[in-house]
């Protein structure tokens, strides 16, 4: 069963924070600059977790935050853009 999963990030290094992005582009969407949704299964979430992990250096942080379907619809944004559609994110 899949989850939705926002995974914020602060990294300071130009080229780890890019492969951050990069693992993280590939299954889910970016919402804000360090900022994706992902809908995940949790083999998923290990999966990319551990991806991500190896390229962390001291400092660096990554925040996974699950939520539920209830949590999800009662998201809400203030500025531009509208809310991201689930374009069927699949991992190799």
Request: glycine share 6%.
């Amino acid at each position: 069963m899949k989850r939705f999963w926002v995974v914020a990030y602060d990294i300071s290094d130009d080229a780890v924070r890019h492969l951050v992005c990069e693992i993280l582009k590939d299954c889910g969407q970016r919402v804000q600059y360090s900022v994706f949704e992902c809908l995940l299964t949790w083999r998923e979430v290990k999966m990319v977790r551990e991806s991500v992990k190896r390229h962390l250096e001291k400092g660096d942080q990554v925040r996974w935050y699950p939520l539920c379907s209830w949590c999800r619809e009662k998201v809400f944004w203030q500025g531009r853009g509208a809310m991201p559609e689930n374009t069927g994110f699949t991992l190799l």
